[in-house]
């Protein structure tokens, strides 16, 4: 039995205390507008440069809580000084979205990257809920439909792979696609939510899921079949649990125990496979025969992936009641709470050694902004007060 | 004084007995010809693609073996092992080098990497001089002018960023024409040459040079300033290093004392500055601020890294009788000997943690072969054996 009492005031203190105010105090740029992300760990910013991803779960995050925990005018202003910034910068003249811009907003790196589209179609769509202004509704849509267009060759003209010779499919877009759908479902038509829902749920439960271990792959072969290649080989636990639960979040809205009870034990499968025996925490990347990963990083352990693991340990739990899932999200909570959360300037580290120790202290750069500590704290809390005291 | 007696015998050793008979063994593909490089500790083979940089380094390797060591028939043969599929496979029709390709040679992903042509005009031309056919010259000296052609946009359309923003120069490709024209030399019109090391030379000792720092930047702007983004404060002491000696041989070759004194001096002052003082070894990437690098591996200490620095310590000392060469050299060998040497399978591990430990025990992969090693200890041996007993 999890004592949900004892955690409610620790992660409403994270959440309140040391995370929304770190991004608050430091983040604006009142400048050029946006979002300062290379913030080192008391705040000072050490890069000027704006990524797309961070722009809009920036956005996204100020919006969210201004819908759902309270009508501050101060984080709807803050949403909205990146979200005027991304409208005036963020887009080619074909209306994707940059991967980065220069402080100023000139863009940097063209739009080669799906994702700035999935994380600016999120964050327009909950201004929009914030706001009720259509122009953001619009643009929420219009990212969502030219991402489904897009989905067959998400980096276009940049994919560097020769067609033909190895043809996969990679898990990250179905997976995020699970979650973008709920973030807009009050934007789309009935029908197209329904028919991406399926979409969705057959990709990440069906195609990416290994019958043979048990496993959540990264990238699959057409047919889903396992590809005997770095590529193929590669499994990245905390995207497994993250999808996890969104898949929860959809079982959810659909009524399907049956589906939420198939994600929990994928995820507990998971946390057991990717947790490091020896010196605790979860890994970044493995690989499904046990050779060496490309990924030098494969052994660090990051802020998101132990977040995500908490967040899908305690939806497990409170719709299965698996007891396994309360010991899970006490042993996530045991190991990440004294590595990565940081009482003295808030907000928490990102990336750690092995060992646990930080492998440096800033509190963002290109991939880290403001989103995951705020986004899981905020989901886990919503948990907790709903499970029995 | 370096008792330089005392390491012939070990790098002998190492290159003829731990490190060729590795590869001899374990490498080749007699069912489609070239080279399996991802090799565990004892030479097992756990990935097939094949990678063009390291597909054309080791048909170098062992034609320089050849040339210059012993004229061994097996050397050839393996040389032109992987040649023949280069040959077959390594080009698109525009003739410039794929990045990787399936092990029958099927291409996997474009030409993106100027560097697979550079190592590969560096292959060719190496394999003409231990075989005399006038093919291998042509292919070394179009692939050459082909590098040239592309050498201010490199990667062609497959270039992200977004002209104009932020115009950068990279050091690696002046680095590396740095040695390719003098390993071209006899194949290649003296003009061209000369042209190209004088170019070089101003490139790799003036533009990339920060006065301000003493520190040897990977991009600059295009007048050569620093530039205060995560690009511009990027350092790779290896990199530095290997220029460094390159530069060296390029003074012998002028016979240029001042410019061998100038290159001594970068390389001493980048051993000082890229080492770890709290566990030894040299790091992978800096920042010149000291802020977080990109990089999530950048304290890891690399195999070549530390052969790289070994052979500049060791040029600095014959030519300019340096005594902190000396020290230095030693230094490193005590570092990397008892870590990345393996005396029970051959070959050398590639990836230390920041403490030293392996990060894994391969002994290649996407970008690991046969190369630094061999090329290393061969240059160190060539050295030793010319400094004083």
């Not at 080669?112 to 600016?120: E, G, L, Q, R």
Request: glycine residues 8%.
């Amino acid at each position: 039995m999890l004592n949900a009492g004892q955690y409610i005031p620790v992660f409403t203190k994270e959440l309140n205390e040391r995370v929304i105010p770190f991004w608050e105090r430091h983040s604006p740029d009142r400048e050029y507008g946006g979002y300062f992300t290379c913030l080192l760990r008391d705040g000072q910013v050490y890069d000027t440069d704006k990524f797309i991803w961070l722009q809009a779960r920036q956005v996204w995050t100020f919006s969210k809580l201004y819908n759902n925990q309270e009508q501050r005018q101060e984080w709807l202003d803050l949403a909205l000084l990146g979200a005027n910034f991304l409208e005036k910068h963020g887009r080619d003249e074909a209306g994707n979205w940059y991967f980065s811009l220069r402080q100023d907003g000139q863009p940097l790196v063209q739009a080669y990257n799906i994702f700035s589209d999935c994380f600016a179609s999120m964050a327009f769509g909950q201004l929009y809920q914030a706001t009720g202004t259509e122009r953001y509704a619009s643009i929420a849509r219009t990212t969502f439909s030219r991402i489904l267009e897009r989905q067959d060759n998400p980096k276009g003209k940049y994919n560097k792979l020769v067609p033909g010779t190895r043809p996969l499919m990679g898990f990250s877009l179905p997976m995020i696609l699970c979650n973008l759908c709920l973030e807009l479902e009050p934007l789309l038509e009935s029908d197209l939510v329904e028919t991406t829902i399926d979409h969705c749920i057959h990709t990440v439960m069906d195609t990416f899921y290994d019958d043979e271990s048990g496993l959540v792959l990264e990238n699959v072969k057409p047919d889903g079949k396992l590809s005997d290649t770095f590529e193929g080989r590669l499994l990245n636990p905390g995207h497994a649990l993250e999808a996890m639960w969104f898949i929860m979040d959809l079982g959810e809205r659909r009524d399907d125990q049956e589906l939420i009870r198939q994600a929990t034990d994928r995820a507990l499968f998971m946390l057991d496979y990717g947790w490091d025996k020896q010196a605790g925490g979860l890994f970044y990347f493995l690989d499904r025969k046990g050779y060496p990963p490309q990924q030098l990083e494969w052994d660090q352990k990051l802020w998101w992936v132990h977040l995500e693991a908490m967040e899908a340990a305690l939806k497990g739990l409170r719709h299965t009641g698996d007891e396994r899932c309360a010991q899970w999200f006490v042993q996530l909570y045991d190991y990440a709470w004294p590595r990565f959360s940081d009482p003295e300037y808030g907000e928490w580290f990102g990336y750690l050694k092995r060992d646990g120790t930080p492998l440096h202290t800033a509190k963002g750069g290109k991939w880290k902004g403001c989103f995951h500590v705020p986004r899981a704290l905020w989901g886990c809390l919503e948990v907790l007060k709903k499970l029995p005291a």
